[in-house]
């Protein structure tokens, strides 16, 4: 076999990230400024950081970022109508809420409270049964960011074999559509698919997205085939991906490294549901 080609995100990324500069350029000069607004609730680490990413990202790229730090005791009823404030603002082209939110807020409540033409993180159901039946509504982040991945590295989608482990409402299951909508042929496999290693063994295109450290082998994988890794845990200190990289490694034609691979493509992809919005919504 011939080396793996490595999918490199972080490259990716920042090509798309200066496509959009330009972009956000072209729609200062028109008057508009494309703004995100960015609700964070509690003290979640993790969630913290990802935040400071996407400021910086916005940043870079231009556009202004509004930023809402309520507390942990903040009410499910403040939250909602502190959305209802960022909907009826005409200068906020964005709205995001970053998640996981703190016991006693109801998620789904919150998710379908944002005005589905604001909602860059592409969790509404509208925006969902937008793309289930092929109109124009915003991605989730990851997924999209993954068709951009393969793409821009010339990997063909159309008529190849794709199989997706996990069924999650942000990555499993817009995934499929996704790939479907590039005209690939779909398996979507989850905790209870019998013989998982033969479901996944047909796959051209492999995406990993279960949640279990090192969990793909070599014996899930089909010599020459694509993967892609959403998976990202800290194991001994070290990060790692849903896919035991160096067993895969020697037997794939390209896969993504974690991390450096799908992780910065999520943002990037967030920047360019923003930069959409702004110019649909002007």
Known sequence: MMAAKLIDGKKISNDIKEELKGKVA????KGITPTLAVVLVGKDEASKVYVSHKKKACEYIGIHSL??????????????NLINELNNKKDVHGI????????????????????PSKDVDGFHPESVGALSI??????????????ELLKRSNID?????CVVIGRSNIVGKPMGMLLLRENGTVTICHSRTKDLKEVTKRA???????????????EFVKDGAVVIDVGIHRVDGKLCGDVDFDDV?????AITPVPGGVGPMTIAMLMSNCVQSAERLG
């Open 249 to 253: 490694v020697e037997h794939v034609s």
């Open 26 to 29: 072209e729609l200062k000069n």
């Open 157 to 161: 989608i159309e008529g190849k074999e």
């Open 204 to 218: 051209d295109i492999l995406v990993a997205a279960i949640g279990k450290p090192k969990f793909v082998t070599k």
């Open 67 to 80: 930023s809402y730090e309520m507390s942990e005791e903040t009410s499910e009823i403040e939250l909602l």
């Open 134 to 147: 092929g109109q124009v509504g915003f991605v989730s982040c990851t997924p999209y960011g993954i068709i």
């Open 96 to 115: 995001l809420v970053q998640l996981p939110l703190p016991k006693g807020i109801d998620e789904q409540k919150v998710i379908k409270a944002i005005d």
